[in-house]
């Protein structure tokens, strides 16, 4: 949308100039009229008449006002097209960072995946430990904190990764 609406201001920035530029030179009117005259309407051919004139019309001398407009309006089309360029370079900047952004968060999800499967088996092993007396209640509880700390942070990475491909979708 900002591109599209840029690029249209480029466009008629450089319209403008065109018709500045066209003003400086010479123009002609060539102007044809017809009909009838007289005190009493007649159609007959001692009535009508026909009529032409043409028009010229060039500037000897303006002060350099024309040229002066004519260079405000190239700046103001240069000033559109940096313009333009300026925005493509900060979408595609924010574009690039989007998608930087979600392979880090993607690299976070995977470590957070891979902790979580780490807490699962410790849980494991300590659930059977505790079934064997081999552990007290406490390491139980210990554990299973770790497990749900993990899990937590799992989905937060996940969370993590769906927003940031909602930021790229967007950029």
Do not use: C
Request: hydrophobic share 45%; no cysteine.
């Amino acid at each position: 949308e900002e591109l599209h609406a840029l690029q249209r201001t480029v466009e008629a920035a450089t319209a403008g100039a065109d018709a500045v530029k066209a003003r400086s030179q010479p123009s002609g009117v060539l102007a044809v009229e017809g009909g009838i005259q007289g005190e009493n309407y007649r159609t007959g051919g001692e009535a009508r008449f026909v009529q032409g004139s043409l028009v010229a019309e060039f500037n000897v001398w303006d002060g350099r006002q024309r040229r002066s407009q004519w260079q405000q309006a190239t700046l103001e089309r240069r000033r559109a097209e940096l313009q333009l360029a300026d925005t493509r370079q900060q979408l595609e900047l924010q574009v690039r960072q989007a998608a930087d952004e979600l392979q880090a968060a993607a690299a976070g999800f995977r470590a957070a995946e891979r902790r979580a499967e780490a807490a699962a088996q410790a849980f494991q092993l300590v659930r059977q430990r505790e079934r064997e007396g081999l552990a007290n209640q406490l390491t139980l509880l210990d554990g299973r904190d770790a497990l749900t700390r993990a899990e937590l942070s799992r989905t937060l990475a996940l969370h993590q990764v769906l927003m940031s491909a909602a930021v790229l979708d967007r950029a």
